[in-house]
């Protein structure tokens, strides 16, 4: 099959495998441990993100305790501002109204300062390592247009692209296809994307498209991560649609590199 032809190919599977995840038992119980998690407001959502940039999930002391699991001692609580009401009569109709009526200053922690239970989780790690793996996660990090370090990372977070730094960081210890994974999801980010030039939730779904068109591509599998990832970033038909060209761009970039590399190992050889 021709190049182009294949990808198109693959890129068509994400969109299903993604359609049917949106029915799978996973993702209903995803929902609705989401549910119960509070959602907060632009400012609360920068305010978390300045105290604490690795946050994934974020709930307050009691409520943690809700979901089987409990703050860890000497953790720092995250600050966020509350609203206060007061109550307010309309003296003509009567009527009783809350308004808004300054903020309070409440705590909340990140999943990470917490232990207990575990939560139900959208995507599990990759857990497949070979030699080959190993080898392919070499020829990727050497077409890396970024610099790439391997780090600590907390929480659920296996990897990350700081658009300030424009460097990659992967997270240590993981198994050869989660690492091949993140970093091409990383790369395509580097190539794709600045900080402000689309919504986060396309950036995403853009960049894990592409990861899976090209590891697939080589034949390895990812549609176990790689679905539930994108689902999790409003992966509607629709919106795959919108990534539909970037990922195919980008994946068909990655692929020529990674075999021009892999050619000129065999002609070595
Ligand atoms: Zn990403």
Known sequence: MKKTAKVNELYKQLKTGVEEFYSSDRWKEFLTVQARFHQYSFRNVLLIY????HAT???GFEDWKKFGRHVKRG???IKILGPKHRREVDEKTGEENWVLNGFYQASVFDISQTGGEELPSLSYELSKDTPTLRRFYEMAKAI???PIQEVTLKGSMKGSY???TQTISIKKGMAALQKCKTLIHEIAHAMLHTETDKPRELREVEAEGTAFVVLNYFG???SEYSFSY???WNGSAEHISKAGEAIQKAAVKLIDDLEAILNE????A
């Open 50 to 53: 300045m105290q604490c940039p």
């Open 57 to 59: 999930r974020v709930a």
């Open 75 to 77: 953790e720092t609580a």
């Open 144 to 146: 890396s247009p970024a």
């Open 162 to 164: 700081n658009y300030t």
């Open 220 to 222: 390895f599998d990812t």
């Open 230 to 232: 994108v689902a999790g």
């Open 265 to 268: 190992k065999e002609s070595a």
